[in-house]
Each structure stands twice: as structure tokens, then as C-alpha cells.
């Protein structure tokens, strides 16, 4: 093998798996391990075994967290995937130009950065007179309403879809765009509506995008906790929107350093993984991905 093929192939393939080693493998062996120590403040790795896994199982507060957990991923799911459908379709039938522009607008939560993004929606939504909202409402004669304290999952759904659906957004664009056109004129030919192309051509010819979407997110949102954190944190009242991605946070980097549980906290995350590898399987299966990524057959 020629010198300049093996520099290509270690740059080709050795950069990306180095990175998934050093950033991915590591420190996912390295949360196993803390996962079986009673590390805390003290940075001392006493092997204390299964103890923080039964400390979890008997935690009154765990259910609080799973429940919160599939309340944020299926609402937020729902979200991202019928919006970003929605914004796809809408994109694609109308003139070029307004299709541009309806990207480009949807795609601004994603490149603003977290923290700003989230100031804004909690400006938007401030449940004082002083919001947005609540200042075009009090315009209209209408009572403020407490938009983040009464509503809170509703707006987590806002905050966390505005970003997800962009996804979602581009990637069914995309694959409307490669529908031969062939099949969308000879529909209209035969008198078809715009609502049945959509509901008998174009959903079905792009379900294995659908179903992509579909399973990356709910495995992206099962350990998102980003915006929660940054706009509700948890709150408002007693963990009413503490998901357990975000509890595994708080556990490992409290407010105060002296009741920090990187053990227990480790061992949340260990769950985290597990519960995510079960729903990848699921979705592997339910979803027929082998098939989807299989060699297409050649027709002779």
C-alpha cells in the first residue's frame, strides 16, 4: 500500500474515530465507573458498588422525574415533527423566493445562541405586564395571562420546538423536493386536490424521513434539558417540570458545592443511556431501519 494512501486513511478515518473514542467512548466508560463510587465533594473514589443504583429505585422523588421526562419528549415530539412538516409542506408549495424566506426565519432560533434565545422567549412570555404577550393583550383589553407559572410544559414545547423543528424542517423539504414531479402532474391530471397529493403522494413517498426524524429526536430530547434549565429550571414549584436529565444535573453540579453527588448523579446518567439504548432497538425494529439502509435492489 502506497505511503500516501495510508496517510489518507488515517486522516479519513483515524481523525473521526479518535473523536468518537476521546469524546464519546471515554467519558461514557469514565460515568459507568464514578456510577459505582460515592464521589463528592471530596473527589474521593470510594467503591460503593450498586448503592447509588438502590438509592434511585427508592427515591420518592424518581417517578416525579420519569413522568416529567415523557411529558417533555412527547410534547416536544409532537411539536418538532408536525411543525417541521407542516413548515415543509408550506415551503415547498408556495412561490421559491417566500419558500426561502420561510426557512431562513425558522432557522434563527437554531444559529442564536442558547442563552439569548431563551431570554427572549422568557421576555415573550413573562407572565408580568411588562411581556410581550401580556403588554399586546393588556392593549386589547385582555387580562395578562401567567403564561410561564400557569402554562409551563406548554411553553417548554414553544421554547424547545421553535429550535427542533428546524431540523425536521430541512430534512422533509429536502425529500419533498426529490419526489419526481412526474407523479405530483399526473395526479393533478386526474383532478386531484393539493390535499390528497399531500395525504396519498408526498407523506407516504417521504414516511422513512418521517420515521428518522421521529426516532432522532426522541433520542436527542430524552437527554436535552438545556432550555428547561435555563428558563424554568425546573420549576416553578416543587420539580413541576424537573426532567431527569436535568436532576442528573443537579445532583452532580448543585448550587452548593458541598452537597454535589457525582455518584449519584453518574448512576442517573447510566440510566439515561440504558432507557435510550432500549428505545433505539425499538425503533430499529419498529421502524424497519435495516431495511431503510439496505442496498436499494437493481431492477434487471
Not at 429505585?57 to 419528549?73: G, Q, S, Y
Not at 419526489?179 to 383532478?191: K, L, S
Request: charged share 10%; with cysteine.
Amino acid at each position: 500500500m502506497r505511503l500516501s494512501r495510508v496517510f489518507f486513511l488515517l486522516g479519513f478515518l483515524g481523525v473521526p474515530t479518535a473523536v468518537v473514542i476521546l469524546f464519546i467512548l471515554v467519558p461514557a466508560i469514565l460515568t459507568l465507573i464514578i456510577s459505582f463510587t460515592g464521589l463528592d465533594h471530596r473527589f474521593r473514589w470510594e467503591y460503593v458498588g450498586l448503592e447509588n443504583y438502590r438509592k434511585i429505585l427508592i427515591d420518592p422523588n424518581i417517578w416525579i422525574f420519569v413522568v416529567n421526562t415523557a411529558i417533555f419528549v412527547v410534547g416536544t415530539l409532537v411539536f418538532n415533527v408536525g411543525v417541521g412538516l407542516f413548515l415543509a409542506l408550506l415551503s415547498t408549495h408556495v412561490a421559491e423566493p417566500i419558500g426561502y424566506l420561510v426557512r431562513a426565519v425558522y432557522l434563527l432560533p437554531r444559529v442564536t445562541p442558547s442563552v439569548v434565545f431563551a431570554f427572549i422567549m422568557l421576555w415573550i412570555f413573562s407572565p408580568l405586564d411588562s411581556g410581550v404577550l401580556n403588554s399586546f393583550l393588556r392593549n386589547l383589553g385582555i387580562e395578562p395571562i401567567p403564561w410561564t407559572t400557569g402554562y409551563p410544559w406548554i411553553f417548554l414545547f414553544i421554547v424547545n420546538g421553535l429550535v427542533g423543528c428546524s431540523l425536521g424542517m430541512l430534512i422533509f423539504t429536502s425529500a419533498i423536493k426529490s419526489i419526481p414531479q412526474d407523479y405530483i402532474v399526473a395526479a393533478r391530471v386526474d383532478g386531484a386536490s393539493t390535499l390528497t397529493i399531500i395525504l396519498r403522494i408526498v407523506i407516504p413517498m417521504i414516511r422513512g424521513h418521517i420515521m428518522f426524524v421521529t426516532a432522532y429526536q426522541t433520542l436527542s430530547l430524552i437527554t436535552s434539558f438545556e432550555y428547561i434549565l435555563l428558563t424554568l429550571d425546573g420549576g416553578p414549584g416543587y420539580y413541576t417540570t424537573e426532567v431527569w436529565a436535568l436532576a442528573a444535573f443537579h445532583r452532580a453540579f448543585a448550587q452548593y458545592a458541598l452537597s454535589s453527588q457525582y455518584g449519584y448523579a453518574a448512576a442517573m446518567t447510566a440510566f439515561l443511556v440504558a432507557s435510550a439504548a432500549i428505545l433505539t432497538a425499538l425503533y430499529w425494529r419498529a421502524f424497519r431501519i435495516r431495511e431503510m439502509i439496505s442496498q436499494p435492489k437493481i431492477e434487471l
